[in-house]
Antibody
Framework: QVQLVESGGGLVKPGGSLRLSCATS????????MSWIRQAPGKGLEWLSYINDSSDTIYYADSVKGRVTISRDNAKNSLFLQMNSLRAEDTAVYYC????????????WGQGTLVTVSS | DIQMTQSPSSLSASVGDRVTITCRAT??????LNWYQQKPGKAPKLLIY???GLQSGVPSRFSGSGSGTDFTLTISSLQPEDFATYYC?????????FGGGTQVEIK
C-alpha cells in the first residue's frame, strides 16, 4: 500500500534552518508529482509547494517563496523540503502528499511532522 | 491567486441529518474542486475529486456538485464517524488553495 513518512521536524530557533524528508513506498515514486502542505496549530491547510516527476517544474506559495526549496531523489523514493530563515509563523505540522498530476489533487498523505519555531 | 471561501465555518448536526457545506471560488475553476475530510490528529483524506467524483472507498452518502465558482459537499445521512473538519481545494491553477474548513460537530 502507499506509504509516506515524514521526518526531520523539531524545535528550531527563529532564523534557523531545517530539512524535512518524506520517505515513500508502495508506488512508482518517479511517476508522480509530490507536494508539501502545512497546518499551523488549530488552523487550516496551507499548500506550500509541488514538484513534478522530473524536477523541472516547481511551484511555491508566496508565503514561503525564497525561503524554502523542494527537491526529490527518485532513486531513493524520497521528497525533501529545505526551510531557511524560519519564523514563528512557520510553526506547523508539515505533510507531504502525493499529487495526481492531471487533477492536481492530493490523493495520499503522510502523517505529518511537527516543526516548532521558538527561541 | 484564486481564493476559496467555505461556509459555514462550523455546524452542529445530529446523526442522520443531511448536511451541506458550500465552497466558493473567486473566479471560475470549471470542475477543478476537491474535498477532504480531516479528523483530529490525523492527515486529511480525499473524499471527492473534480467536483463530483467519489474517491474509492468513500461511502456513497458523500456527494459533491457544482461547477464554475460554486460547489457543495453533501452528506446525505450523517454518521458518527463523519464528525470531522472538511476542506475544499481548487486544483485549477497554482497556488493550490484550500478553503478555511468547516468543522462538523455533534449536536
Amino acid at each position: 500500500q502507499v506509504q509516506l513518512v515524514e521526518s526531520g521536524g523539531g524545535l528550531v530557533k527563529p532564523g534557523g534552518s531545517l530539512r524535512l524528508s518524506c520517505a515513500t513506498s508502495g508506488f512508482a515514486f518517479s511517476d508522480y508529482y509530490m507536494s508539501w502542505i502545512r497546518q499551523a496549530p488549530g488552523k487550516g491547510l496551507e499548500w506550500l509547494s509541488y514538484i513534478n516527476d522530473s524536477s523541472d517544474t516547481i511551484y511555491y506559495a508566496d508565503s514561503v517563496k525564497g525561503r524554502v526549496t523542494i527537491s526529490r531523489d527518485n532513486a531513493k523514493n524520497s521528497l525533501f523540503l529545505q526551510m531557511n530563515s524560519l519564523r514563528a509563523e512557520d510553526t506547523a505540522v508539515y505533510y507531504c502528499a502525493r499529487l495526481k498530476f492531471r487533477e492536481l489533487l492530493f490523493d495520499n498523505w503522510g502523517q505529518g511532522t511537527l516543526v516548532t519555531v521558538s527561541s | 491567486d484564486i481564493q476559496m471561501t467555505q461556509s459555514p465555518s462550523s455546524l452542529s448536526a445530529s446523526v442522520g441529518d443531511r448536511v451541506t457545506i458550500t465552497c466558493r471560488a473567486t473566479q471560475s475553476i470549471s470542475s477543478y474542486l476537491n474535498w477532504y475530510q480531516q479528523k483530529p490528529g490525523k492527515a486529511p483524506k480525499l473524499l471527492i475529486y473534480v467536483a463530483s467524483g467519489l474517491q474509492s472507498g468513500v461511502p456513497s452518502r458523500f456527494s459533491g456538485s457544482g461547477s464554475g465558482t460554486d460547489f457543495t459537499l453533501t452528506i446525505s445521512s450523517l454518521q458518527p464517524e463523519d464528525f470531522a473538519t472538511y476542506y475544499c481545494q481548487q486544483s485549477y491553477s497554482p497556488p493550490l488553495t484550500f478553503g478555511g474548513g468547516t468543522q462538523v460537530e455533534i449536536k
